[in-house]
T-cell receptor, first 115, second 111 residues
Framework: DQQVKQNSPSLSVQEGRISILNCDYT??????FLWYKKYPAEGPTFLIS?????DKNEDGRFTVFLNKSAKHLSLHIVPSQPGDSAVYFC??????????????FGQGTILTVHP | SQTIHQWPATLVQPVGSPLSLECTVE??????LYWYRQAAGRGLQLLFY??????ISSEVPQNLSASRPQDRQFILSSKKLLLSDSGFYLC??????????FGQGTRLTVV
């Protein structure tokens, strides 16, 4: 049972354009969502997060949008840069419950930004 | 600032051999600690988590075990490795339950 899904295994974008990565979840108990960036043979690094009380959070070139009714979130990167090329993971947590900070991850989306 | 150390970075082990991966966290007290695994072409799956010394919760049945002998030390072990144990293992910590921070990972290949 995949509670967090990233249905696009890969995304290719031209440098300077917008990258939009999507994520869907099924567990209505999830109330905190995160995006991680991962390079091969390295641990994921935290990018940005959003609480379920918000529908948008922005940090520099990165913006996360949350649509609770659709159980959908997206990460926008504007403008995209070649250094953004990596695997992006969406993750969710039941922070308000007794999850102890456990994260449920999507399968990841490989983003390639072409110069 | 907080840092997390995980070693070794890569490991090649024969089937049936034991395993011990170690993770330590610095700069924080009483963190929640986690072991995740990334199988080839898949997302990260939580294997174990710990909210305190000696306390271990297992998320999936498997050939592995975990221990937390000290507040900031988390160990992943196996008595006899299987081929299916191959993968990329990640240790992580959190304090405020709002997101985790990951180590660099260990690439384990069982041959």
């Amino acid at each position: 049972d995949q509670q967090v899904k990233q249905n696009s295994p890969s995304l290719s974008v031209q440098e300077g354009r917008i990258s939009i990565l999507n994520c869907d979840y099924t567990n209505s108990m999830f109330d905190y969502f995160l995006w991680y960036k991962k390079y091969p043979a390295e641990g994921p690094t935290f990018l940005i997060s959003i609480s379920s009380i918000k529908d948008k959070n922005e940090d520099g070139r990165f913006t996360v949008f949350l649509n609770k009714s659709a159980k959908h979130l997206s990460l926008h990167i504007v403008p995209s840069q070649p250094g953004d090329s990596a695997v992006y993971f969406c993750a969710a947590s039941d922070a308000g419950g007794t999850s102890y900070g456990k994260l449920t991850f999507g399968q990841g989306t490989i983003l390639t930004v072409h110069p | 600032s907080q840092t997390i150390h995980q070693w070794p970075a890569t490991l090649v082990q024969p089937v049936g051999s034991p395993l011990s991966l170690e993770c330590t966290v610095e700069g924080t007290s009483n963190p929640n600690l986690y072991w995740y695994r990334q199988a080839a072409g898949r997302g990260l799956q939580l294997l174990f988590y710990s909210v305190g010394i000696g306390q271990i919760s297992s998320e999936v049945p498997q050939n592995l075990s975990a221990s937390r002998p000290q507040d900031r030390q988390f160990i992943l072990s196996s008595k006899k490795l299987l081929l299916s144990d191959s993968g990329f293992y990640l240790c992580a910590w959190s304090v405020q339950l709002l997101g985790s921070f990951f180590g660099q990972g260990t690439r384990l290949t069982v041959v």
